[in-house]
């Protein structure tokens, strides 16, 4: 289990900062954020250092997210949320702050006021839109 010093989530991981598990097996671990964006925000972490999820073992990146809604759910009832988020945040500019792979468990009540919203940007045409697919399509069959 390669750790990182100076990584907050590997220091969790080495019990060297405290925590609030809600969940724990051999490939990950999931405790409450402690700057939640409401009541039962859960990250979940694999037990192993990597910043982004295109860097990750593949099978730390199954555990986590064949146990993501499975927190959700359970989250979900012992908040009495009425729905959740799943979210993965990778690079600065998509709001990574701990560089350290992780999934957001973020429950959702009616009205609560949390706020993701789009800037509002538009394809120029249809054809700008078929030619940013194609771009992608070419780097994926690289
Ligand atoms: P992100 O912005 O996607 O990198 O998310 C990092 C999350 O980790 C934030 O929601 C922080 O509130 C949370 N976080 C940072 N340090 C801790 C900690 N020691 N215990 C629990 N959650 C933490
Ligand atoms: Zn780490």
Do not use: W
């Amino acid at each position: 289990m390669p750790l990182v010093n100076d990584c907050v989530f590997c220091k969790i991981l080495r019990g060297e900062i405290p925590n609030t598990t809600i969940y724990e097996d051999d490939m990950v671990l999931a405790f409450l954020d402690i700057a939640p964006y409401n009541l039962g925000h859960t990250v979940i972490i694999p037990k192993t250092h990597c910043v982004s999820s295109t860097e990750l073992d593949p099978e730390y990146l199954c555990a986590m997210i064949k146990v993501a809604p499975k927190i959700g759910a359970a989250v979900l009832r012992a908040t009495k949320a009425e729905g959740f988020h799943i979210v993965q945040n990778n690079g600065r500019a998509a709001g990574q702050t701990v560089p350290h792979v992780h999934f957001h468990v973020m429950p959702r009540f009616a009205g609560d006021g949390v706020i993701f919203s789009s800037s509002g940007v538009k394809y120029d045409s249809p054809e700008a839109m078929q030619e940013l697919a194609s771009k992608v399509r070419t780097v994926l069959a690289k």
